[in-house]
């Protein structure tokens, strides 16, 4: 394993700037972006909770709130190599969660809105408007984002086979039966 290096100004500029992106995008706090950013451009790429820490001048603790939202939305991985007694974190890219294509909560909507059809199933189409565009939008997200992580498979096989894209061993494609 690498050994562990001090960050450049370069790169703790970016994660702050992560930082801010997903706190105005997403409402997140700004540690988790500041852990993706950081993680997107250390060296070596997977990294302990007291590595990180030190390297954003953050408290493990804070650290390791970052995490816990970031496993929840499935874009780290920990790793342990054989002999070592901490975690490493790395980003991981290989889940339609982690790259934005997640359709269950869609799915979901879909289900809840078809729910809610169902109890005013006798109202006027005026009352059901709401319900059935949620529906109607839920259905095309869903078949859309299908479309695009096929799509996606495709380019990516592409740009690994030009030599533009290392290939990820841990990665399989992201279509649903």
């Not at 109202?123 to 996606?152: G, N, S, Y």
Request: aromatic share 6%; net charge negative; proline share 5%.
């Amino acid at each position: 394993m690498k050994e562990n290096t001090s960050p450049t100004d370069a790169e703790l500029l970016f994660a702050d700037h992560m930082g801010r992106y997903y706190v105005r995008r997403f409402g997140f706090p700004p540690m988790v972006g500041r852990v993706i950013g950081y993680l997107a451009v250390c060296d070596p790429p997977a990294q302990t909770i007291g590595e990180l820490a030190d390297a954003l001048l953050a408290s493990r603790s804070a650290i390791t709130s970052a995490l816990q939202m970031l496993e929840t939305q499935h874009t780290i991985r920990r790793t342990r190599s054989a002999g070592e007694r901490m975690d490493r974190v790395e980003l991981d890219v290989s889940t339609p969660e982690s790259m934005g294509m997640d359709i269950t909560e869609y799915e979901e909507m879909y289900e809840l809105m078809q729910e809610g059809l169902q109890v005013v199933d006798d109202a006027p189409l005026e009352r059901k408007a709401v319900l059935m565009e949620m529906v109607a939008f839920a259905e095309f997200v869903i078949e859309k984002v299908q479309a695009m992580q096929q799509e996606w498979d495709a380019r990516r096989a592409e740009l690994v086979a030009q030599g533009k894209l290392p290939d990820n061993p841990r990665r399989q494609g992201w279509g649903r039966s």
